[in-house]
């Protein structure tokens, strides 16, 4: 059991949050939560649990290098839920067609990474800086997909407990799985896996099912933009965590994602706003 602890701990810290993410969508609206759900939550327990699997700088920082292009994934995983659903119209279908090309692409793009990747010789100074290349890009598809949004209205109607516990329980295992991969030496696809788009999966789903697919698709590009904050998290992370331990490195990782993501983005957003 002690051997699991480091697994399960991570995975139920996840769990949490996800489910925090969905109530903050539904209560403050597309936009505003559409910010906080992408703020550096579920990537610290992952990243808490990938540095105790290995905490050597150069082979922690292949799995922290390699959540930028997860994140630019979840971007074009994102993306579909913001296009598809305008462009398909009314057919009963669109749900499932959504759900099906943003999750079938992520899969097969996230493959193709990790076999890439994994056939290269490790090296830091690269892999850190396609990450940053992967960031920058991130930035560009953000910005662009918030330019002339469609409304990110406020819901109206409360999404059910065993949704919510489900989307807890999908964020949880996918950062699970993550730290075990990480465990078992996979550092780069423990990278990929721990920031697998179960919450924004979830968030989608779960806010479509109860207020309709407005909220989902006004939430899908703050949700794109507001990613840069676990892109900054993971980057920074790979070189305080083993210069200040994990706790101290955390804590510098998420003051700078918040700092230097989510609240230029937030900011940016209300400036963008009608009215504003």
């Known amino acids: 059991m002690n051997d699991l602890l480091p697994i399960l701990i991570p995975g ?111 090296n830091m100074t690269r892999d850190v800086l396609v990450g940053v290349v992967a960031l920058m890009t991130t930035v560009v598809l953000g910005v662009r997909a918030c330019r002339d949004a469609p409304p990110a209205p406020k819901g109206n109607r409360r999404v059910g407990f065993r949704v919510l516990l ?46 309709g697919r407005a909220v989902p698709i006004g939430a899908s590009g703050p949700m794109m933009l507001g990613s840069v904050a676990v892109s900054i998290y993971a980057l920074v992370c790979a070189f305080t965590m083993p210069w200040a331990g994990s706790v101290w490195g955390s804590i510098l990782g998420w003051v700078a994602g918040s700092v230097f993501g989510s609240l230029p983005a937030y900011l940016w957003l209300r400036k963008q706003a009608p009215g504003a």
Do not use: K, Y
């Open 12 to 122: 139920f810290a996840a769990a949490l949050a996800a489910i925090l993410v969905t109530l903050a969508i539904e209560r403050l609206g597309g936009q505003l939560g559409g910010i906080l759900g992408t703020l550096p939550l579920t990537v610290v327990p992952a990243s808490l649990g990938l540095f105790h699997a290995d905490p050597r700088a150069d082979v922690f920082s292949t799995a922290m290098s390699a959540i930028p292009l997860g994140m630019l994934l979840n971007v074009a995983f994102l993306g579909v839920w913001r296009v598809w659903p305008i462009r398909a119209g009314d057919r009963s279908t669109v749900l499932m067609e959504t759900l099906g090309l943003s999750l079938g692409f992520w899969i097969l793009a996230a493959l193709v990474l990790v076999l890439v990747r994994e056939a290269l010789s490790p």
């Open 166 to 211: 489900l989307r807890g329980i999908g964020a949880g295992a996918a950062i699970a799985c993550g730290v075990a991969l990480g465990r078992a030496g996979w550092m780069t696809a423990a990278g990929m896996a721990s920031v697998f788009p179960a919450i924004f999966l979830t968030s989608m789903l779960a806010t479509w099912m109860a207020q």
